[in-house]
């Protein structure tokens, strides 16, 4: 297994190239199970979490061919199981997302239930319900869910949690559904506006997406397109972190400054400045030490849970007291507690982090716990004295196109190493 290894102290400075979003790839991926012919996706990032979707779609029988630019066709026609193994399931929850279409398409599915996860116990109830509203007759048997339709039904669906793949995943199901599908409570996120941009170019009918209230009227039949995946705000986010806990000065470029509002503001009250334009945004903390912020999570257009962490590592060393509360996950805090082996001063109490910045972090070797808490264990390299090294780096494969090299590119003295 790799490691990371990061020599701290350099301010970044430089331009970074944003990756598609991997949180609308994998929707998409699954989505493309809907259509009656070939589907091309391009813009597809680089990422464990990818291939792991491409090899769940593959063990079905589905066509997938990749080209050298990491365009991806999909084409369902070959399909011969409506199956997702509890083997795939358990390494990426994600796999959930081809229920709805498996069961809308081809009238059965059987997907293994995932189970708990690092941040959180995440069921997927509200999925289930949902389909179930639709008609769907749904057993969960030996850990997998067994759903089976003859055609769905429109339904008047009012989720009890705002939940991201939960509104996909309905969203989905309801394009081929018999009828009208009305989402109440429906997740806002842009990546469920992208799903829905992708699902409307295959000849759906879906209005509302991207606020609360989405409406889809169910069609026949969806056709094979080609589509561009949009870009990924949280890894755009964490590298614009990156110039400000450097003290640095970065540039991300390829990305949509309207998806970052919350991230920006927040860099603002840091004391950075930041400036944007049509597909760019910099950030300039040049000789400045950070102030401290407080953030709460909450579904889109709010901040994102998948930010809290980066933040928290600001905080660390940022002048002030900056709280950080996690409404969504109940277990999203473990890369606080590698912070603090590096010499960070954080206090928890329930859904809460307390941050007293500190004058500078010590290196330390770390371990990457989840995704977007490996991130942060980066970020945190970046500004400690001596080398940090990171094991576990597997999390950050799942959500960050090639990281060493990108930070490397910023002048960060970051590289893999095998163990
Ligand atoms: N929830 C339920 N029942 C359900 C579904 C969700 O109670 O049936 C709860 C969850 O337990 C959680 C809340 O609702 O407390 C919100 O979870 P959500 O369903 O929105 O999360 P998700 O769809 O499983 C996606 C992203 C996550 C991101 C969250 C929140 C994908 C593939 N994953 O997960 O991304 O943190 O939304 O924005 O889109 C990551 O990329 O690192 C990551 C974890």
Known sequence: MDKLQIGGGVALEGEVRISGAKNATLPILAGALL???????????HL???????????????TVTIDERMRIEVDPSTIREYFAPYELVKTMRASILVLGPLLARFGRADVSLPGGCAIGARPVNIHVAGLQAMGADIHIEGGYIRARAERLKGARLVLDTVTVTGTENLM???TLADGETVIENAAREPEVVDLANFLIAMGAKIAGAGTDRVVIEGVRALRGVHY????????AGTYLVAGAITAGHVRIKHA?????????????????????????VEVDMRGRRPRSVDVRTAPYPAFPTDMQAQFAALDTIASGVGTVVETIFENRFMHM???????????LEGNTAIIHGVGRLTAAPVMATDLRASASLVLAGLIAEGRTEIERIYHIDRGYETIEEKLAQLGARIKRVPN
Not at 35 to 45: M, S
Not at 48 to 62: A, K, P, S
């Open 337 to 347: 507690l590698e912070m603090r082996r590096m010499g960070a001063e954080i206090r």
């Open 48 to 62: 464990q979490d990818v291939t792991t979707t491409i090899e769940l779609l593959g063990r079905m029988g589905v």
């Open 256 to 280: 949509r400054p309207e998806h970052l509002d919350a991230v920006v503001v927040k860099l603002r009250e840091a004391g950075a400045s930041v400036a944007s334009g049509d597909n760019w």
């Open 228 to 235: 561009e995946v949009l870009p990924d705000r949280i890894e």
């Open 172 to 174: 989905m199901a309801a």
């Open 35 to 45: 259509a009656d012919g070939p589907v091309t996706i391009g813009n597809v990032p």
